[in-house]
Nanobody, 124 residues
């Protein structure tokens, strides 16, 4: 099992930026696909972005393409989500997730390990 701890959330005005970090510990990080999901109040948890172990394969929710960038530093066992041009509809709790497989998938049940989440609030 991989332990995941998110950080970097906060309150930002529309149009602003935040960078989320997710630090992994426990079992080896090697070979894991890493992803970010989010859950707004009263809504289902939705996929935001994912990245393969090498970083060569990424996938994004359509509504964040061109605004969000997922990256990883395997030497630091950390994955990042750079969020630019934030909108009020991006407000949610953001969760980091890990999948012990080389295949990048977007559905929630594909991911075995989850962090506790970090709140992102975008004011209009």
């Amino acid at each position: 099992q991989v332990q995941l701890v998110e950080s970097g959330g906060g309150l930002v005005q529309a149009g602003g930026s935040l960078r989320l970090s997710c630090a992994a510990s426990g079992r080896t990080f090697s070979g894991y696909v890493m992803a970010w999901f989010r859950q707004a109040p009263g809504k289902r948890r939705e996929f935001v972005a994912a990245i393969s172990w090498s970083g060569g394969s990424t996938n994004y929710l359509d509504s964040v393409k061109g605004r969000f960038t997922i990256s990883r530093d395997n030497a630091k066992n950390t994955v990042y989500l750079q969020m630019n041009s934030l909108k009020p509809e991006d407000t949610a709790v953001y969760y980091c997730a890990a999948r012990p497989s080389p295949v990048v998938l977007t559905f929630r049940d594909a991911y075995n390990d989850w962090g506790q989440g970090t709140q992102v609030t975008v004011s209009s």
